[in-house]
């Protein structure tokens, strides 16, 4: 099954607006979270990430919010801009064993930001 | 100028033919990766390597096998390309093998298997 699942392939908001980007994950082990963003034709770049011993992490209009019981974290942004339009890709990782470096993606959600 | 680079950023091959995609980083980063991505299923891992000649399976390793002689070069080998494998391959490094350590990516590599 899909460890990793972003419940919306796609989004669209107006500019100004807040939104949220939603990621659910299965594995208990998962101990770091992440979103990454990509443009098209380009490549994937990290955007914001938390471990699992705060429940949430802010920077600038980007907060990520952990709920780790309910295994589920997410990706505020606030005052949308026209430049946040890309692929928005969750990740979740495991610091254990053989799973030490991975990262298990999500399938993305488009975001679409209209003027 | 720290960066991934990919060779080549496209290419065409024919089923049954072999192929061989290229990775460097110049930031003598431990860990190195090699992900396809399709359409509507993201990034799925095809192999890991925590140094040289230290590699480990992804989530889809069959049809797929992997070099590491230096650590800043990483290569991705198809013996036998199949149709199947026509993807975007990206290939990204990271400072050490901890889960915590961001991830950065490379420009990708189109690949078409006809």
């Known amino acids: 099954g899909q460890q990793v699942k972003q419940s919306s392939p796609s989004l669209t908001v107006q500019e100004g607006g807040i939104l949220i980007l939603n990621c659910d994950y299965e594995n208990d082990m998962f101990d770091y979270f992440a979103w990454y963003k990509k443009y098209p034709d380009n490549s994937p770049t990290l955007l914001i990430s938390v471990r699992s011993n705060v429940d949430k992490r802010e920077d600038g209009r980007f907060t990520v919010f952990l709920n780790k019981s309910g295994k589920h974290f997410s990706l505020h942004i606030t005052a949308s801009q026209p430049e946040d339009t890309a692929v928005y890709l969750c990740?979740?990782?495991?610091?254990?064993?053989?799973?030490?470096?991975?990262?298990?993606f999500g399938h993305g959600t488009i975001l679409r930001v209209h003027p | 100028d720290m960066k991934v680079t990919q060779m080549p950023r496209y290419l065409i091959k024919r089923m049954g033919e072999n192929v061989l995609l290229e990775c460097g980083q110049d930031m003598s980063h431990e860990t190195m990766y090699w992900y396809r991505q399709d359409p509507g299923l993201g990034l799925q891992l095809i192999y890991i390597s925590y140094d040289v000649d230290s590699n480990s399976e992804g989530d889809i390793p069959k049809g797929y096998r992997v070099s590491r002689k230096k650590r800043e070069h990483f290569s991705l080998i198809l013996d036998s390309a199949k149709t199947n494998q026509t993807s975007v391959y990206f290939c990204a490094s990271s400072l050490s093998g901890l889960g915590y350590a961001e991830q950065f990516f490379g420009p990708g590599t189109r690949l078409t298997v006809l």
């Open positions: 990740a979740a990782g495991a610091n254990t064993g053989a799973n030490t470096g991975k990262l298990t």
